[in-house]
């Protein structure tokens, strides 16, 4: 999340990181003149993976999703829509109870990948 927050300061934006673990999104950010806000939703992965959704699409919020994937010393980010994050959703079905989740394929796009750029066209 800090890694987010230090691309989110380069960019121009201030930025409050929300409660850990808290209902919401995890960091809210403004432009300089507190005139435009954005909630962003921030969810890191140890290694290539699906990003597990939960059991409802409710639940994906913000104005932004941004995904980190670290690998060893370095980090990609992807930064997506909630839209786009919905768009790419697989959903699971095992004895009865369904998950979702966001598959590497779906997210691990170009456009998507260090797209800092995209949080700017919010102002």
Not at 9 to 35: C, E, F, H, Q
Request: proline letters at 4%; a positive charge.
């Amino acid at each position: 999340m800090y890694y987010v927050c230090y691309h989110l300061s380069k960019l121009g934006w201030n930025v409050m990181p929300t409660a850990r673990n808290a209902r919401g999104v995890d960091i809210i950010a403004y432009d300089k003149d507190a005139v435009n806000y954005i909630g962003i939703q921030v969810k890191t992965l140890s290694k290539r993976s699906p990003v597990p959704l939960g059991n409802s699409l409710d639940k994906i919020i913000g104005n932004y999703w941004i995904i980190v994937v670290l690998n060893g010393d370095s980090q990609d980010a992807y930064v997506l829509t909630p839209d786009e994050v919905k768009n790419g959703v697989h959903k699971s079905e095992s004895n009865g109870k369904v998950s979702y989740w966001l598959q590497p394929q779906n997210y691990e796009l170009k456009q998507f990948r260090e797209s800092w750029h995209r949080l700017s066209e919010s102002l």
